[in-house]
């Protein structure tokens, strides 16, 4: 477990070279958590893949979590959802309706999805994309792809927006600390080397043309502790880095669920509020392709990595908690813009039409989904050719989360990491909107390939656009000051050593 205990609090963060101003201390800080329901409805869609699934089964809830700070000055908000995505539209509308009921400004809400592949349906299209679009490509988008569940999205707006107004009408003077643990055995890169010079996704355990792996993992379990001034524990935020994939049958909130769990039970509380805001996973999962054994089955899973995750946030929690403070600043950054996407070629758009058209009994299942992804995309450029991105930074004392639209490569997140002058930097995949997969200029090079590289409806936006991000994140970030690290008070001054401890070996 590493801890960072040390900070420069005379920093330049340069915007044309001026430097920044210390950051008065918080006159007040206060802290409210919540949660709500929207676990989805048996014979709802499941979302996850590119076909149609429907749960037919409930194993865990799924729920909007929330938890507001403010430090008399400014209030922010941060949101983490049990949904595998959350759509700009939804983003929008919800920072709206919590505006009108709250006060929080939109440009201070965070809201990122967790990627669980067991939640509730949610579809990737933007309200207009498809209103010109050929018969064909209609049939493909409804009767053959994951779509949203009008009355479910209604659902989710309301309790994401309650979730936010009952965390700030929970807030109470409030203590906070933070701290990094570590877990390096529950996520894997799933993107490996081969000898044939490409880079697979999930090529399988036992593949003898398998090299190493493509990229790295960021072990890191991000902790943030709030108490109120008796002690009392009022709820954590973690940010952990693996795909929302232990799928352990039925309608579940994956490993997620199981980490709330863990945390719950190792404090006695069984209603505490665990924020989980997703790290950067798109090519980190539980599936270790050099593995030497078998996988464990669904449910193991399940419990495997949410169970050593919560346990080294609580393990963290434990550490930092006599460190508590309440000068804990806050502040955001914002900058919103458009990215172009990647176009197939008309020779790639006429070849998935007639492989379409033969159906998948003959093009072939794999073959024919991808094609149809290649029509469904090529509608959506012609409605939406460019992508509207957030890229937001928020400060909690001496930790910024930082956030991306995207499925993102980890490798952007220890770039952030890297470059950020705050003690503390977690990244937020998945937040505020949805442009897919963004790996990095590598995986997209000749050297590259796989799953998170394939040109879909979901997943298309220039090779540029993770760097992008990155760099934008960086300097947001560092255009605030961070605050202090709390940390515990200094030993008493020193009077003289323990008498029983100070002298020599009696031999005799």
């Known amino acids: 477990m590493k801890y960072i205990l040390t900070i420069f609090t005379l920093c330049l963060f340069a915007l044309s070279g001026i430097a920044a101003e210390e950051p008065k201390p918080a006159t007040i800080f206060k802290a409210g958590f919540a949660e709500k329901d929207i676990t989805p409805d048996i014979g709802m869609e499941s979302p996850g893949n590119y076909g149609k699934a429907h749960h037919k089964s409930f194993h865990d809830p799924c729920k909007a979590r929330a938890v507001v700070f403010d430090d008399g000055q400014k209030r922010v908000a941060l949101v983490g959802i049990d949904l595998l995505f959350v759509t700009r539209h939804l983003v929008q509308e919800v920072r709206a309706e919590i505006q009108k009921r709250c006060g929080i400004l939109p440009a201070d809400i965070m809201i990122g999805a967790s990627h669980s592949h067991s939640s509730g349906p949610i579809g990737m299209g933007e309200p207009g994309d498809f209103d010109k679009a050929s018969p064909l490509v209609k049939d493909l988008v409804n009767n053959h792809s994951i779509v949203s569940d009008p009355g479910y999205t209604q659902v989710l707006k309301k309790q994401i927006v309650d979730a936010v107004v009952l965390a700030n009408e929970n807030r109470v003077d409030a203590k906070l600390a933070v701290g990094n643990g570590h877990e390096d055995k529950v996520s894997y890169n799933r993107r490996l080397r081969m000898k044939n010079g490409l880079s697979y996704s999930h090529p399988g355990a036992g593949n003898p043309d398998i090299i190493d792996y493509a990229g790295p993992i960021d072990p890191q379990v991000g902790t943030v502790g709030v108490w109120d001034l008796k002690g009392n524990l009022l709820g954590t935020v973690v940010n952990f880095s693996c795909h929302a994939t232990t799928s352990p049958g039925g309608i579940s909130a994956s490993w997620i669920g199981s980490m709330e769990r863990t945390i719950r039970g190792a404090t006695g509380n069984a209603a505490l509020p665990v924020v989980f805001m997703q790290g950067a996973c798109g090519d980190i999962t539980q599936v270790d392709n050099l593995t030497k054994f078998q996988n464990p089955a669904a449910e193991e899973w399940w419990d495997i990595v949410g169970g050593r995750v919560g346990a080294e946030a609580y393990k963290t929690l434990l550490l930092i908690r006599r460190g508590a403070g309440s000068d804990i600043p806050l502040d955001s950054r914002q900058r919103v813009w458009t990215v172009k996407r990647r176009i197939p070629t008309p020779e790639k758009v006429q070849k998935s039409l007639e492989l379409v058209k033969a159906g998948p009994e003959k093009s072939g299942t794999t073959e024919w989904t991808f094609a149809k992804e290649i029509l469904v995309l090529d509608a959506i450029i012609k409605a939406r050719p460019l992508v509207e991105v957030e890229v937001q930074a928020i400060q909690v004392g001496p930790m910024v989360f930082v956030s991306n639209p995207a499925e993102y490569f980890v490798q952007y997140q220890l770039d952030i990491k890297a470059g950020s002058k705050f003690p503390f930097t977690f990244v937020v995949e998945l937040a505020n909107g949805i442009t897919g997969y963004v790996p990095t200029e590598e995986a997209l090079g000749p050297n590259g ?33 961070p605050g202090k690290v709390p940390l515990p008070p200094p030993p008493p001054p020193f009077k003289a050593p323990w008498a029983y401890g100070n002298l020599p070996p009696e031999l005799k």
């Open 449 to 481: 390939g796989g799953y998170e590289t394939r040109l879909t409806s979901y997943s298309n936006l220039e090779v540029s656009a993770g760097r992008q991000f990155a760099n934008t994140g960086i300097e947001l970030a560092n255009q605030m000051v």
